[in-house]
């Protein structure tokens, strides 16, 4: 009953969905484009029995990159299917993989829309990448007998207390479940104290540390920095969200007094910002430079990265890394990007999406959480003044992030079980 219920109100919420799609591609056009694909017609009819992941936006679809990449190495013959339900996530897709795998959006979560999607797939498996659990899908997917794998999975313990209070639907769910692939053992414990069966659970440790650094990334940075000026140093706000870039931006006079010619570099979470970030340094008499004009020059005081695609790039460019959505209460982003490429890299006091991963850096000395206020300005002083700490940092952040990988080979095998291969 519970789930009738939800499917009914979801079911009379639709207009109001696809309105939403409508007003936010004012500013992304992304949004109002294969809108059909939402409710379960799609273009594409792959071979039978094949992968399916679903990763909800681009934070997910860089996540499961590795894991795709090497299930299609291992399996070349086997169709991969990747849907998201973000614009900029469906951009990953198409960068990271072009042709080579069968991209579409996530259809709405109604039982009619999800069974013409799958009668059309016709899917071995679904990896569902972290924490995306809806419940028509799960549902639908057990009526057609396609198995469901949670991988990368993580629970907060703020998470787990929200499912807990409609544990009538987040039983069924998790019974639905043919495997929770978690991060670690607390977050299995978390899925266990909500019901998951113990056969069900299986730790595997992050995919996010089996990041691919490109080769010579390292290199294509340094390029970077001689057209800046390669004796200046380089602050990075990594994905950023609104408020964040103000904050940096309200600091950087202040920043110049321990650093001379200090270059900020803003690299926005969504493209749909980059215009709002870049008034927000005019109005502040900053010398602003975006990217899709040119490279930043010596006298450029804040580089606006409005580009898609180019974060490792970017960030093989920095002294200095703070990872967005920290500041603000949004639960961070993933700070193993610039921790595999061996920069210092901080954190706000807000990492409730990373606080294994986090944790894991910060026991080993290879990131440091900063406070959001009066504390941020003290700590951007000390290590822009530090390159020697720095550089210690970035060491331990290599070998951290290389001492946690096997999480994506362990994965592939998994999937290629289900899969029967």
């Known amino acids: 009953m519970p789930r009738y219920l939800y499917t009914l109100l979801y079911t009379l919420l639709?207009?109001?969905?696809?309105?939403?799609?409508?007003?936010?591609?004012?500013?992304?056009?992304?949004?109002?484009q294969r809108i059909s694909e939402?409710?379960?017609?799609?273009?594409?009819?792959?071979?039978?029995?094949?992968?399916?992941?679903h990763a909800v936006s681009v934070?997910?679809?860089?996540?499961?990159?590795?894991?795709?990449?090497?299930?299609?190495?291992?399996?070349?013959n086997v169709p991969v299917i990747v849907t998201t339900t973000t614009p900029t996530g469906s951009e990953q897709v198409k960068r990271l993989f072009g042709e080579s795998v069968f991209h579409m959006y996530l259809p709405y979560d109604v039982p009619l829309f999800l069974t013409r999607f799958i009668h059309k797939l016709r899917p071995g498996l679904l990896i569902i990448m972290e924490t995306e659990l809806w419940p028509n899908l799960l549902a639908s997917c057990a009526k057609h007998r396609v198995p469901v794998m949670l991988a990368n999975a993580r629970l907060s313990e703020k998470s787990a207390r929200g499912y807990q209070k409609f544990n009538k639907l987040t039983a069924p769910m998790l019974s639905q479940l043919s495997l929770v692939a978690a991060q670690n053992a607390d977050d299995g414990q978390r899925f266990l104290s909500l019901g998951l069966a113990e056969n069900k659970?299986?730790?595997?440790?992050?995919?996010?540390?089996?990041?691919?650094?490109?080769?010579?990334?390292?290199?294509?940075?340094?390029?970077?920095?001689?057209?800046w000026g390669s004796e200046r140093r380089v602050l990075a706000l990594a994905s950023s969200h609104p408020g964040e870039d103000e904050r940096l931006l309200d600091l950087y006079p202040q920043l110049l007094?321990?650093?001379?010619?200090?270059?900020?570099?803003?690299?926005?979470?969504?493209?749909?910002?980059?215009?709002?970030?870049?008034?927000?340094?005019?109005s502040r008499g900053l010398r602003v430079q975006r990217r899709s004009n040119g490279p930043a020059t010596k006298t450029t005081q804040v580089y606006v990265a409005d580009s898609m695609g180019e974060m490792l790039l970017l960030l093989a460019a920095a002294d200095v890394v703070l990872m967005g959505g920290s500041l603000?209460?949004?639960?961070?982003?993933?700070?193993?990007?610039?921790?595999?490429?061996?920069k210092a890299t901080l954190?706000?006091?807000?990492?409730?999406?990373?606080?294994?991963?986090?944790?894991?850096?910060?026991?080993?000395?290879?990131?440091?959480?900063?406070?959001?206020d009066d504390g941020l300005l003290t700590a951007l002083q000390t290590f822009l003044a530090d390159p020697e700490r720095c550089a210690a940092?970035?060491?331990?952040?290599q070998q951290t992030v290389d001492a946690n990988r096997g999480a994506v080979e362990h994965l592939s095998g998994i999937a290629a079980g289900f899969l029967r291969l």
Request: aromatic letters at 8%; hydrophobic letters at 45%.
């Open 257 to 282: 007094k321990a650093c001379p010619d200090l270059l900020l570099m803003l690299i926005p979470r969504h493209p749909e910002r980059f215009e709002a970030v870049t008034n927000a340094v005019r």
């Open 38 to 53: 939402r409710f379960g017609i799609i273009p594409h009819r792959p071979a039978a029995n094949g992968l399916w992941i």
């Open 328 to 342: 603000i209460e949004r639960g961070g982003h993933n700070p193993i990007e610039p921790a595999a490429l061996g």
């Open 14 to 32: 639709l207009p109001i969905f696809v309105a939403r799609l409508w007003w936010r591609g004012r500013v992304n056009p992304g949004y109002r």
């Open 393 to 397: 940092m970035g060491r331990n952040a």
């Open 347 to 372: 954190i706000g006091p807000n990492y409730t999406n990373f606080a294994a991963i986090v944790d894991t850096l910060v026991e080993a000395e290879a990131l440091a959480v900063v406070d959001a």
């Open 59 to 76: 934070g997910e679809t860089l996540a499961a990159a590795p894991l795709v990449r090497r299930f299609m190495l291992q399996h070349p």
């Open 201 to 227: 659970l299986d730790v595997t440790g992050s995919i996010k540390f089996d990041v691919t650094v490109p080769a010579g990334i390292n290199a294509k940075g340094a390029e970077l920095r001689q057209q």
